[in-house]
Nanobody
Framework: QVQLVETGGGTVQAGGSLRLSCAAS?????????MAWFRQTPGKEREFVAL???????YYADSVKERFTISRDNNRQTVHLQMNTLKPEDTAVYYC??????????????????WGRGTQVNVAP
């Protein structure tokens, strides 16, 4: 049974930093999966934040470029999202996701095979 468990959420002042982690278990071979972060606010669709591929190639949403960094530790089967210079509009539930294949539309939720339950991030003005 595959499980993705996100940790590291919380409340921070604007301009601050948080580091999210996602621990994976049950994936046959962790390094064969692309890992991504999405986020969602009430009443809105889940939106793509960042992806790190099997070869460590990375993609970011324009809204988080230069502020967020995604990384992975294959030995620990963990993916991280370092979030700097946080803004109130970054407030959301952040979800970890795993995909066996990276399609050109990697930013769409249906391209992902597994999801975590999410961790709440609040950025106060």
């Amino acid at each position: 049974q595959v499980q993705l468990v996100e940790t590291g959420g919380g409340t921070v002042q604007a301009g601050g930093s948080l580091r999210l982690s996602c621990a994976a278990s049950g994936l046959t071979t962790f390094n064969m999966y692309a890992m991504a972060w999405f986020r969602q606010t009430p009443g809105k669709e889940r939106e793509f934040v960042a992806l790190i591929g099997q070869t460590d190639i990375t993609y970011y949403a324009d809204s988080v470029k230069e502020r967020f960094t995604i990384s992975r530790d294959n030995n620990r089967q963990t993916v991280h999202l370092q979030m700097n210079t946080l803004k109130p509009e970054d407030t959301a539930v952040y979800y970890c996701a795993a995909a066996a294949i990276v399609y050109t539309d990697y930013y769409k939720t249906h391209r992902y095979n597994y999801w975590g339950r999410g961790t709440q991030v609040n950025v106060a003005p």
